[in-house]
T-cell receptor
Framework: GAVVSQHPSWVICKSGTSVKIECRSLDFQATTMFWYRQFPKQSLMLMATSNEGSKATYEQGVEKDKFLINHASLTLSTLTVTSAHPEDSSFYIC???????????????FGPGTRLTVL | GQNIDQPTEMTATEGAIVQINCTYQTSGFNGLFWYQQHAGEAPTFLSYNVLDGLEEKGRFSSFLSRSKGYSYLLLKELQMKDSASYLCAVSRAGNTPLVFGKGTRLSVIA
């Protein structure tokens, strides 16, 4: 199947700083990537849909000025958590579909996730 | 709106069979996925159903009834490593993101 990578896998930062998370599709091109957030013992919550070359589409309740998304190329999307606070501590996961066909179905392939801890 | 329901937690014994149910009501339907997620890790693909019926893949099987908005994941010969969360997710038309249920935390005990 297709491979999606994320970097960093974990990060600890001070309150008020900004953190950038990268998501890359390694062996396929992704015009669209999805960013999810997951709190402990809860399910995946979609934050936004990242579109290559255009603005991201944010889900209701997600602050677009706080969670900046840039999809600069067909293989890279970044999520920047600006002025992070302890309540932003969570597991952030990106996902993409390989419309070129390496997936068996129209499944979404997930990155390994980034665990953010804000002190 | 979108609504996907599955039990929050289940416990089963090693070697047994367990069935995890999922009901859904979504605007648009283009298939249903089951994912497995271990704590602190990303979800991994288990199965996909778009037509009614049972899909079998080794110890795991998945069933779909589109008319009833219902699916289940069947795990046979349970092993301790099967302890994980199991996520039901619905695919809608086009390149829209999967809609996930809250997940079922399965604990396999000896």
């Amino acid at each position: 199947g297709a491979v999606v990578s994320q970097h960093p896998s974990w990060v600890i930062c001070k309150s008020g700083t900004s953190v950038k998370i990268e998501c890359r599709s390694l062996d396929f091109q992704a015009t669209t990537m999805f960013w999810y957030r997951q709190f402990p013992k809860q399910s995946l919550m979609l934050m936004a849909t990242s579109n290559e070359g255009s603005k991201a589409t944010y889900e209701q309740g997600v602050e677009k000025d706080k969670f900046l998304i840039n999809h600069a190329s067909l293989t890279l999307s970044t999520l920047t958590v600006t002025s992070a606070h302890p309540e932003d501590s969570s597991f952030y996961i990106c996902s993409a579909r390989d419309w070129g066909g390496s997936g068996s179905y129209n499944e979404q392939f997930f990155g390994p996730g980034t665990r953010l801890t804000v002190l | 709106g979108q609504n996907i329901d599955q039990p929050t937690e289940m416990t089963a014994t090693e070697g047994a069979i367990v069935q995890i149910n999922c009901t859904y009501q979504t605007s648009g339907f283009n298939g249903l996925f089951w994912y497995q997620q271990h704590a602190g890790e990303a979800p991994t693909f288990l199965s996909y159903n778009v037509l009614d019926g049972l899909e079998e893949k080794g110890r795991f099987s998945s069933f779909l009834s589109r008319s009833k908005g219902y699916s289940y994941l069947l795990l046979k010969e349970l092993q301790m490593k099967d302890s994980a969360s199991y996520l039901c997710a619905v695919s809608r038309a086009g390149n829209t993101p999967l809609v996930f249920g809250k997940g079922t935390r399965l604990s396999v005990i000896a």
